[in-house]
């Protein structure tokens, strides 16, 4: 049997997350039944981890097991002949059985727009957490270098703790499942962009949650609600209730995985 | 009462088109249930001219008369806290009581985009027409300039006459609503911007269909189906079943309306 690696781009406005639903249209449950129209099998893919509702992939990776013979550059154009526009396979490569999309995962990338301007272009609406409101970009860039290295990131894990350890997509360098809410965060920085403030987060792994609780954190730092510095004792405190708010679907984009 | 010009900008992807029907969303209907919302007012906006369902506009122009005295920036804040993010007022001014978005109208610039790449990002798929297929672009280009001055379009114009004719945005410098299908081209322009390759046309008005049929016909011709040299006889014939097929919708923007 073949193990293939999928790199694929979706647009999550109109899908219920990665994982397949009973009821509601979900990247993997399209995705299975694309595999299905071009395999004649019935497989479920496995993702890197779970996106949420609204939020989207520039690079996801997903991995299934085929008895199909057709060549990989052919599959790129087979499953997007029968895929939505939402959903675009942009790689297909043959892998070594062992390798497998969420345990074989290093590092992921996730990236969060802001659009700044006063009016958000409809053509964005869909893309972006529209905040006009005023904010101190300096200060959130500090805050942004705080979470750097390893911590426990209970406090922007999200609430549900029985949930956040379900949903926990950790990197498990032995491919286990322990639902530790440690993870080390390689890069964190905030940068302006033409109207948007981008926030850009590297690490081994992500809590449920995790990137838009540190946005909404970030986001009160901004304001002013909470002191930059005080980002180090929110962590320690391990308490979700101390952390901001959970932003906006709509601006999480899982930008790649690292293997 | 006040005559307040409106400029508005829209996805058009989830809407009827322009014109208010009574089953569907469109533009139109939408933006007088925002004035009503607002004004307490029940008025119908009269557009530059009608947008087809899935045609979008980086700025349409409306206006309404009313009897509100609320300043026009405040307009602004008001309308786009109750339209949806896909429309989005622009900018508002009083203008004097002959001035109208249509009548009114000297020239109108549309921008079709093609998507060359072979893979078409999923957060464009609702704003392109995807075409990775060959094309002479330097045909489609020659062939653009051809249709430049002052014709007679009905080889461009929707292949239904009484609804053509009805559906027409003639520059009627009287304001008279003459089915003339004669209209000058100013410019006409293809681009290549990055992936893609873009069609900009400005001219005194457009009959239904025209740009999206211009394109379907520019695109025979880059795929030498027809000669760029013929598209004069194509105009020349008065004969829609000569031109190209009308490219998708989704391609098209409505850039701009001069007074």
């Given at each position: 049997?073949?193990?293939?690696?999928?790199?694929?781009?979706?647009?999550?406005?109109?899908?219920?997350?990665?994982?397949?639903?009973?009821?509601?249209?979900?990247?993997?449950?399209?995705?299975?039944?694309?595999?299905?129209?071009?395999?004649?099998?019935?497989?479920?893919?496995?993702?890197?981890?779970?996106?949420?509702?609204?939020?989207?992939a520039?690079?996801?990776v997903?991995?299934?097991?085929?008895?199909?013979?057709?060549?990989t550059?052919?599959?790129?154009?087979?499953?997007?002949?029968?895929?939505?526009?939402?959903?675009?396979?942009?790689?297909?490569?043959?892998?070594?059985?062992a390798?497998?999309?969420?345990?074989?995962?290093?590092?992921?990338t996730?990236?969060?727009?802001m659009?700044?301007?006063?009016?958000?272009?409809?053509?964005?609406?869909?893309y972006?957490?529209?905040?006009?409101?005023?904010?101190?970009?300096?200060?959130?860039?500090?805050?942004?270098?705080?979470?750097?290295?390893e911590?426990?990131?209970?406090?922007?894990?999200a609430?549900d703790?029985?949930?956040?350890?379900?949903?926990?997509?950790?990197?498990?360098?032995?491919?286990?499942?322990?639902?530790?809410?440690?993870?080390?965060?390689?890069?964190?920085?905030?940068?302006?962009?033409?109207?948007?403030?981008?926030?850009?987060?590297?690490?081994?792994?992500?809590?449920?949650?995790?990137?838009r609780?540190?946005?909404?954190?970030?986001?009160?730092?901004?304001?002013?609600?909470?002191?930059?510095?005080?980002?180090?004792?929110v962590?320690?405190?391990?308490?979700?209730?101390?952390?901001?708010?959970?932003?906006?679907?709509?601006?999480?984009y899982l930008?790649?995985v690292?293997?």
């Open positions: 049997m073949r193990n293939l690696k999928l790199t694929l781009s979706y647009d999550g406005s109109e899908f219920c997350g990665w994982q397949v639903q009973p009821d509601a249209p979900s990247i993997q449950g399209t995705l299975a039944t694309a595999i299905g129209r071009v395999t004649g099998e019935n497989v479920l893919p496995q993702g890197s981890g779970r996106t949420d509702a609204g939020v989207h520039l690079a996801q997903a991995t299934f097991g085929t008895n199909s013979l057709v060549p550059p052919n599959f790129i154009k087979a499953l997007n002949d029968v895929l939505p526009p939402a959903i675009r396979v942009l790689e297909v490569s043959e892998m070594p059985a390798f497998h999309a969420r345990h074989s995962a290093r590092a992921k996730y990236r969060y727009r659009y700044r301007g006063e009016i958000c272009p409809p053509f964005l609406a869909r972006v957490w529209h905040y006009p409101y005023p904010l101190s970009e300096r200060a959130m860039v500090e805050a942004g270098e705080l979470v750097m290295g911590h426990d990131f209970t406090s922007f894990a609430a703790p029985e949930r956040g350890a379900r949903l926990a997509e950790a990197f498990q360098p032995d491919g286990d499942d322990a639902p530790s809410n440690i993870r080390r965060i390689f890069s964190s920085t905030w940068k302006v962009e033409g109207a948007e403030f981008q926030y850009t987060v590297r690490g081994s792994g992500f809590l449920h949650h995790m990137v609780n540190l946005v909404g954190t970030f986001v009160l730092v901004g304001k002013g609600t909470v002191k930059a510095s005080d980002i180090s004792k962590l320690q405190a391990r308490d979700r209730s101390l952390a901001g708010p959970t932003a906006p679907a709509a601006g999480l930008v790649g690292e293997y």
